[in-house]
């Protein structure tokens, strides 16, 4: 097959599901970034290649919704080192400001290299001539350089859905020239925020040589590698369209019903992963509650923790310490069918998020560092009302957007609770003031527009 417009990145945009005859199909994943770039795909013969998520044998390429799934096999080892170890035990806590503790493993970074080979010979193999190929994320920083040299007429684009590191973080990793150089084979790297695209180029200058000049990095063959900031985003009219659908908005009040109709209802929503401060911010509202700030009667913090890497030591360390401290927190401040806080381990599927968003009158979003953090935008767009409020990390790319948020530092637990507080408290005119002004950013910076700016930007060059 010839691909005009291919995409590379870890997952395909499927899950597998199984009948109830036991045959077994797939079904598109929730998620943004499949929806922005299905329409421009089906009209480019596009390919989208990645892993299934399980340990495949070699599969053939199949169509789905009118563009080509080719399915990258790896073995459990491979999941083992490659995808637990290198990405996710190893770059994941370095790029998230050493939040936890890198591993550094060779055999780990001889996995990556392998399956990073691996993913660039299946674009090489079907992208067609001069065609465009877009690799995504940190599991795949090794790609645009081995494309280049299997297929030098390609337009090869990166981008990085989480931060970049300073480099002072970046440099402890024993292969940080080779990942530089695995980025560097793209023509256009796009990063979530100008600082990270600023930190890729600083660190380009003093770990490769290369001459630098703003946004610009030129190569000694001459060719120029650009950096620059693409914010993603979401598809926020499906959002607003979900949070007006009759059987979400009455979903959203039994929600209410279920939790015994408090006054206010407080919601986190998170992949259970350490970068996003679930622990800290249960601390401090559970902090409210002791201080007589408010009572079990007035509020209760709802928290659903999507299960994530649940074979990655530290995410098991971090699952216990929370449903330890939630399970003290219920045990000493509720009451009778009363527990402070409602803890969900489970994932939903989106209309339940869209009708939890819209029972939800303070959205606590307190990572202490995010790439953007779409469950931030998510919330905004489900507020079709202009109601509620949202409290939200200085350190998650989606603050640069949403300056109207009730900003915090995840770390200052008193100043956490100060702004939960002034949330709890915000009169109705301030709440509409503040949620006009976020739903404003959002319905124009959707995550169509992104896309299409990053292709536009890689095709001007
Ligand atoms: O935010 C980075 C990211 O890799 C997303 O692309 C992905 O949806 C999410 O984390 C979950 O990660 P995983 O693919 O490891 O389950």
């Not at 931060?163 to 080779?178: A, D, I, M, V």
């Not at 180029?201 to 490769?208: D, F, H, P």
């Not at 307190?366 to 009302?385: H, I, Q, S, W």
Request: charged share 25%; aromatic share 10%; with cysteine.
């Amino acid at each position: 097959m010839s691909a005009d417009l291919v995409v590379v990145a870890n997952r395909l945009p499927v899950d597998r599901v199984v009948a109830d005859d036991g045959s077994t199909g797939w079904r598109r994943s929730p998620g943004g970034l499949v929806s922005a770039l299905l329409p421009v795909m089906q009209a480019n013969h596009g390919a989208w290649i990645g892993w299934t998520g399980g340990h495949d044998r070699e599969m053939d390429p199949f169509e789905e919704e009118g563009i080509t799934l080719v399915p990258v096999a790896l073995s459990a080892t491979e999941v083992e080192e490659y995808y637990e170890g290198f990405s996710n035990d190893t770059l994941w806590p370095l790029y998230h400001d050493l939040v936890a503790k890198p591993s550094f493993h060779r055999e780990w970074w001889e996995a990556y290299q392998r399956v990073n080979q691996r993913f660039a010979e299946k674009a090489a193999e079907v992208a067609a001539q001069g065609a465009t190929v877009w690799v995504q994320d940190y599991q795949l920083q090794l790609v645009p350089a081995i494309l280049r040299t299997l297929r030098p007429d390609l337009k090869i684009g990166f981008y990085l859905h989480i931060p970049f590191p300073p480099t002072e973080l970046f440099s402890q990793l024993p292969w940080r020239r080779e990942l530089l150089e695995g980025l560097l084979g793209a023509d256009l790297v796009g990063f979530q925020m100008p600082g990270g695209a600023a930190n890729f180029v600083r660190l380009v200058k003093q770990r490769v040589g290369h001459r630098t000049h703003r946004d610009r990095v030129q190569l000694p063959d001459g060719r120029i590698v650009r950096a620059q900031a693409f914010p993603i985003s979401i598809d926020t009219q499906r959002y607003e369209s979900l949070a007006r659908d009759e059987a979400v908005v009455s979903r959203a009040q039994e929600i209410r019903e279920q939790l015994g109709n408090p006054a206010t209802v407080f919601l986190g929503i998170d992949r259970l992963d350490y970068t996003k401060g679930i622990y800290a911010r249960l601390r401090a509202f559970s902090e409210l509650i002791h201080d007589g700030e408010f009572s079990v009667e007035d509020a209760v913090f709802v928290q659903v923790a999507t299960p994530s890497r649940e074979r990655v030591d530290q995410y098991r360390q971090m699952r216990d310490e929370i449903e330890r401290l939630v399970g003290r927190i219920n045990g000493d401040l509720g009451r009778l069918g009363r527990p402070p806080i409602s803890y969900l381990h489970s994932s939903y599927p989106i209309e339940e998020m869209a009708a939890l968003y819209r029972a939800a009158d303070v959205m606590v979003v307190t990572p202490f560092r995010d790439g953007m953090n779409l469950v931030a935008k998510e919330y905004v767009a489900c507020r079709t009302d202009n109601t509620g409020a949202l409290v939200l990390s200085e350190f998650a790319g989606a603050a640069a957007e949403l300056r109207q948020a009730y900003l915090v530092n995840p770390y200052d637990i008193n100043g956490m609770k100060a702004q939960m507080l002034a949330a709890y408290h915000a009169s109705a005119a301030e709440r509409t003031k503040r949620m006009r002004a976020m739903r404003r950013t959002i319905s124009q910076h959707d995550v169509a527009r992104w896309a299409s700016s990053f292709l536009r930007a890689l095709k001007a060059y």
